[in-house]
């Protein structure tokens, strides 16, 4: 299991802590506004309680109370306000939530940014590591590597390359925890943010799911994967990865 | 300690005005705030988000420009009373300045128009590509003028209406450039030093010209931001105003004693008022006035470098303001709940009456440390 504090990070990706409500992070990438120079939460790399707190913000603005709405207007609300997590912004805040428990450092500090080639830029990224921390930055060689499947613990990352039905989206996945079932069959939980080709404004976003390694020795995507109780053809995100030109575990050197 | 004949004269004096000018902006006040709704300058929702924080729903429709009781009791009393040509047609001519600004901005607010000022991309584009070779070139010769207009926009928080960032920033370089031309040119070599607390007097020469135009520009600025909160900005400027008539008295400066007195008696008719639920709140009219008056104050008797005690609160509410937007731009993040500092422990759940009490004990602190501190 990851630490407690990253933990919680994923708990409140997955239950937003609106008091008393049940809203889970949507999905939300800046690709779409190119938003430059602004708040992180309205770029998709906000933390929870960076979400929560400009959700309340831009609600006044609106002269409207966040707290007063039920969960699924508060999810209408942030889907509508472009706020949400990204794949790699969602790793990126519990991966930081793990360092920090485990050798209290930051994520921002440990990473490599290949895109860091002038001072500029170094300068850009020290102010803002969350905001350029992408899938290529955790895939960079000087970041983490490949592994095996038989090798994979908890912190690892499924990186899919050139994905999605053109072949030019990247997704990172979060592997939370591993253990072995009674008939010593690998399982593995993993956590990650994605807005799924046909999916609504109701369904995209955080969630959680389950790859059963039935046989390490073949590739990850020949294993059972399980998602939303959907398994085989019928889990969306199954036949996404499938479209993926790689797919392969990585693991961060600053976690080892 | 025995006090001299002349200067218990002063302070009798500066009493006696303080006193006058107390009563007299209570006899009109109820005064003014019925003009105030019979004209229907009022606070509303478009202008101001915040009325949208359920503690603050109920100041719309308050009366707004209530610091005309100040500004106008003030102006009159000492036009007619301590009308002195060395200390006090300046200070007045700059609050007047400032607050007609101020008055004009809050009119603007309630009844002007949305203007919008065209983007840098927008502009450049507009250089490329306009069929006028002369429009081209005044664009271009302009455009760093568009430049300011842009990064100033950074600082504002106005939906539109009102006079924009930029102008106000070249009104209030006016104003403070007034002042720095009176204190450099009008008033001595003397006033071409500042004192510096525990070493004496130490010459700026011409250097003291852009530090007088920045601290009028800023505490101008930071009275405006201040005023947000029922009774704020005016109990606060109660005591800030109080330190420097005590001061200035103690400098022997009659004039600018009897002017800070004025204003305090009549900050405390407009206080009076403006405690919650406010009958009236100060507008920019009476902030951007009595900020500029407060600066031009205290650099008159010396006393410029105690401005971040005697000012205390209202740079702490503008340094949050500059403390957010950088946090914003540069790191991504909100440092605040929201800025200025006194909404922010509002949505904490601080009520209106809690956090401005301890402004004011925060600021009586300060303040009164200050002034220790200007003693020596």
Redesign the interface.
Known sequence: MLSAAAQQMINDYLRLPFPSKDVFCPYFINKKNKLRGALRALAGKGTPEDIVAEAQICALKEKMNIFELSSLDIRKFLVDHGLGIDCSGLVYHIIDAELQARKKTSLGRTLHFPTATNLLKKIIIALRPTENANVYTFADNKNSLPIPLSDIKNGDLIILRDTGPSHNQQHIVLIHDTEFSANSILIIRYTHSIDLPGETWQEHGARQGVIQIIDPDKPLLEQRWIEREKTGTDNKFFNYAKTARTIQVHRLHCLN | MLISTEMLHQLQLAFSWGIISCVVSFFWAPLLIKLLYSYNIVRS?PYD??????TRRHKAGTPIMGGLLVIVTVATLTILFNWERRFTWVPIGVMCLSALLGGVDDLLNIWGKVRHSRTLGHTWRLIKVHQSFFTRLWLLITFPWTLFKRISLWFGSHPGRGIHVHEKLLLQFIAGSITAWWIYFKLGEHWRSVHIPLDGLVHFGWLIIPLIIFFVMLTANAVNVADGMDGLAGGSLIITFSALALLSWLNGYTNITVLNTMVVGSLLAYTYFNIKPARFQMGDVGSLGLGALLAINAIAINKMLFLPFLGFIFYVEVGSVIVQIFG???????IF??APIHHHFE?KGWSEEKTVMRFWILHAIIVLIGIWIALY
């Open positions: 929702n988000s915040t009325l949208s924080i359920e914003r731009y540069l790191l991504g993040k909100r709940k929201m949505l």
